[in-house]
């Protein structure tokens, strides 16, 4: 219900629903709309790093000082805090920014990533003396109804909380949370979710019977591994829409979502439910994706010429690969959305066969009929489907080029004999 800013000043500005005092006397808040930006006055003197907003509260990573120096930031938190969202010990609203005091000035812990759900809030930080940087912990608090807190249990939370079932020694780098789930990515590609499964994809392996909703009070692993490790290679970020996730991996170049479908948000042409990593589409076939040429200026002199032609060798290697780049991505692309009709899945590299993995061979024959040999009654079903659906297409087409071609005979004589 609001939106946040941060100026290149460290300035916040606040519009939409921003909270206000009830009245002058009285603790309690209430909420009155801005249609303009107005600023936050109460962080005056110090530098707004990052901000973060649920429903109806805001969670801020303020310079303890007048700048920003790298680990000294302090959180604060303010607005609705019904579930205790705000980290602070109660239910109490608050009108103006306070300081969650396990994240203080003089905290043994920095904190550097700030994600806010509905109404339950996520922290990373690391240890700001410890003999290993790359240790980090995620902390969560406010509503976990749906396990969106991630520590076992659905039961609410007034103060931080580490997520104790995450992994020590992976570092976390990025932390997003949908309405009532949350999701982190470590810097080797592992990416971990929790919370509401309704539409979600965390409970990939779970069997709901009953009255279970699907909904996951521990982090699970979602990325699958290939003979490299993770299949998220250099991940940059992970965001949470209200029910669906989107990691940017590969340094930028490729995107995997899954969670809800619906109107196409996932991106990968369909609009069902993924309850498993599926590719983005991205980038598009009709985008022309190449670098321009970097321009070098050297002096006139023979060391600078030999210089200059060791640059243009390399300029054209690397516009080369690129283009090879290019050229393996629509391929791969081409290949998912075949593999996705044809099989009704996202493709892995699992998928590829044995065979082509170890030694580049590929005997198509042998390994259409192993993959028959191995398929279940399903699946065996769908391929059935799938080809049926497909020589139907192609018998179609025969048809309705061979009407048109009578048509076409049949025209000229009818014109001859007028």
Request: charged content about 20%; glycine content about 10%; aromatic content about 8%.
């Amino acid at each position: 219900m609001m939106s946040l800013a941060i100026d290149d000043h460290g300035a916040l500005w606040m519009w939409g629903n921003c909270p206000q005092q009830r009245n002058k006397t009285g603790s309690s808040i209430s909420f009155e709309s801005s249609f303009i930006p107005i600023p936050v006055r109460d962080f005056h003197g110090h530098s707004v790093v990052k901000v973060a907003c649920g429903s109806e509260h805001v969670v801020a990573l303020v310079s303890a000082g007048e700048t920003y120096k790298g680990e000294d930031l302090v959180c604060y938190s303010w607005g609705n805090n019904n579930h205790g969202q705000l980290g602070l010990g109660d239910r109490e609203s608050r009108v103006h920014p306070e300081i969650v005091e396990m994240f203080n000035q003089d905290s043994s812990w920095d904190v550097y990533e700030v994600a806010c759900g509905a109404y339950h809030t996520a922290l990373l930080t690391r240890k700001r003396t410890t003999i290993d940087p790359l240790e980090s912990v995620c902390w969560t608090f406010g509503l976990g109804d749906n396990g969106q807190l991630g520590h076992g249990t659905t039961q609410s939370v007034l103060k931080p909380e580490p997520v104790k079932e995450l992994p020590g020694q992976a570092y976390l780098i990025s932390v997003d949370c949908g309405l009532f789930h949350t999701s982190v990515v470590s810097s080797v590609g592992d990416v971990w979710s929790w919370g509401m499964e309704k539409g979600l994809g965390l409970c990939p392996d779970a069997s709901f019977t009953g009255t279970d909703a699907g909904d996951a009070s521990s982090p699970l692993l979602m990325s699958g591994y290939g003979v490299d490790g993770p299949i998220f290679h250099n991940p940059i970020q992970v965001a949470c829409g209200a029910a669906h996730t989107v990691l940017v991996a590969n340094d930028g170049y490729k995107l995997w979502s899954w969670g809800r479908g619906t109107s196409g948000v996932l991106g990968n042409g369909k609009t069902i439910n993924c309850f498993a990593p599926s590719f983005v589409l991205w980038p598009p076939l009709t985008e022309d994706f190449n670098q321009p040429e970097p321009k070098t200026v050297v002096e006139e002199s023979n060391g600078s010429k030999a210089v200059a032609e060791t640059d243009k060798r390399l300029s054209l290697a690397m516009e080369e690969i690129e283009l090879l780049q290019s050229k393996l991505s629509i391929m791969e692309q081409y290949g998912g959305m075949l593999h996705g009709l044809v099989f009704g899945r996202p493709f892995t590299y699992q998928d590829i066969p044995i065979s082509l993995q170890n030694s580049g061979n590929f005997d198509i024959a042998k390994q259409w009929e192993s993959m028959l040999e191995s398929a279940d009654h399903s699946k065996l079903l769908r391929l059935e489907l799938f080809y049926r659906d497909m020589r139907a297409t192609i018998k179609d087409k025969i048809m309705k080029r061979r009407i048109q071609e009578i048509i076409k005979e049949c025209l000229p004589s009818s014109t001859s004999e007028k």
